[in-house]
């Protein structure tokens, strides 16, 4: 079955869009405990491509796939996981880049590069790091993962944020502003 992109973000209710999650169907990788490890030779670059042995994945479904196994640990490592084995994957920024923003109802929902749609707030909370010069925002997604914020959407946020570039999402209140 081809993939269909989900809608565009801004066009979606609250509920639409937890009907879009709850289709998605992750796997249970934070019930999984393998033993066995090793190195998948895969990157994920600062700019959201995935390789493997030094050859770009281009293929958007393999890349969905494989995100839906993803997992970073308590040191930073990330992890493909499955049942019975977990390899290490290098992840130079983040493991996601966040591409759209809508405000929808008292939620942010961020697209993120797999056209995974997350929303802000107390479970997936935004993080400011860097300085006030160079900022640079993420979102938490899953099992420790982050997406980065892209430059675009850092500039939907400030549009979003008040006179302060604070934003709120699901009653939660975030600095876009590095403390």
């Given amino acids: 079955m081809p993939y269909v992109p989900a809608p565009d973000l801004a066009s979606l209710s609250l509920a639409e869009i937890a009907e879009l999650s709850a289709a998605r169907k992750l796997p249970p990788v934070e019930q999984w405990n393998p033993q066995d490890s090793g190195d998948s030779l895969m990157v994920i670059k600062a700019d959201g491509r995935w390789f493997h042995d030094g050859g770009e994945i281009r293929k958007p479904a393999m890349i969905r796939a494989f995100s839906g196994l993803l997992r970073r640990d308590e040191h930073g490592q990330h992890w493909l996981v499955t049942p019975h084995e977990k ?5 130079e920024d983040a493991a996601f880049i ?3 923003v809508s405000r929808t109802g008292d939620a942010l929902a961020f697209r993120l590069n797999t056209d995974e749609i997350v929303l802000a707030g107390p479970e997936n909370p935004l993080t400011a790091r860097g300085d006030a010069e160079t900022p640079a925002l993420y979102l938490a997604v899953r099992h420790g993962t982050e997406a980065r914020i892209n430059r675009s959407t850092w500039l939907q946020l400030v549009e979003l944020a008040d006179e302060d570039l604070i934003v709120t999402s699901q009653g939660a209140t975030f600095s876009l502003v590095p403390a």
Avoid: H, P, R
């Avoid at 390899?87 to 992840?91: D, F, K, R, W, Y």
């Fill in 98 to 100: 966040a591409t759209d």
């Fill in 87 to 91: 390899q290490s994957i290098a992840v």
